[in-house]
């Protein structure tokens, strides 16, 4: 047998899962000080249950991505990215979940340790940072820690390690890439941008006629109804304006470029087919990742709320104001929730050519019928 065999032929549960360094890594600071306070072992558990899935997460970011580092992603690769962000989603509800045993905990309970912990801040979590780096939170959208960079807590070379990941590009940036590479919007005999813009302007004058032959509504009613159609009717124009498209992704308010914004659209419409039902199952993995990742901070800063109310966080934050800012601000895939705005009913759809349907369909059906 050679030397590798019998080195890992066989091995104890506690060894594999290096138990012994893992359960002697609760070390109580009240305790040091002869103080020791006991909900502080649960503080410590908490905290370092939500860093190993940080990295669980980012071990699953990182293996996503790799599926699109090529020009081509073959379907079997996209299947397994889904379940992979699906399980990146139930891992963030599982985090969503775990505040309520952290929960049980009093306020009172949490005094008798918190003078230890200054200056030590979730704020300062790495992991953290780098899950949402990954995932595609642009830096110029973050929210300054005391007027600076949120990276300004962690030495130099972690600092490297966050810039890095942004030149190699994000979770988003490769999603946007491919969006872009789809042929969707460029099947011969298919014009999808004209189709879609002709159904739209039917869908509204219909609705605008609805309005006019109503007996229910008075006149008062009947102006407001058509001045949200007129609204409406100005966002999907300047929606689907190049021009305008590009100013709003300067400005910020977009992040999915022109094109893979018309890519997306085309999914979500068509998604029936069978070639589009894993792209759009692909973007509703992002949607939910993202509305967990939105929950988990709202969470996240109502137990704030409730253990030291408006105080200042350990590490000098705002505490509970600052958290609340970023469910708000740091949300990474708004541009996948603003197709639903863009979708029009199945009744104005316009049916695809039976030439087009075929090129949606999979092979194997054609062969066998």
Known sequence: MSEAKGKYATIHYQN??????????QNLRSAAVGKPAHEEMLFIIVHQVYEMWFKQIIHEI???QSFFADNEVIES??????????????ILNLMVEQISIMETMTPLDFLDFRQYLFPASGFQSFQFRVMESMLGLPQK???????????SVFPEEQQAQLDAIYKKGTLLDTVNAWLERTPFLKLKGFDFLNIYQQAVNSMLDKEQAAIDASEYLTDEQKVQRKEMIGSTHTYFKSILDRDKHNELMKEGKKKLSYEATLAALFINLYREEPILYLPFQFMNCLIDIDNQ?????????????????????????????YLSKTTEEHQ?????????????????????PDEIRRQLNFFYNEIVS
């Not at 959208?141 to 990276?151: L, P």
């Not at 109502?302 to 109310?309: H, K, N, S, T, Y």
């Not at 990474?332 to 695809?352: E, K, N, Q, V």
């Open 62 to 64: 990182e293996s996503v």
């Open 332 to 352: 990474i895939y708004g541009d996948f929730h603003s197709i639903s705005t863009l979708l029009i009913p199945r009744s104005d759809l316009p049916a695809l």
């Open 293 to 321: 990742m939105t929950a988990w901070r709202h969470r996240h800063a109502q137990m704030v709320l409730r253990m030291i109310g408006n105080k200042i966080g350990t590490g000098g934050s705002s505490g509970h104001q």
């Open 77 to 90: 690769s996209l299947g397994v990215a889904i379940i992979r962000l699906n399980r990146v989603e139930k």
């Open 16 to 25: 594999y899962l290096e138990l012994d360094k893992i359960l002697s890594a």
């Open 141 to 151: 959208q973050r929210m300054t820690y005391h007027g600076h960079s949120y990276k």
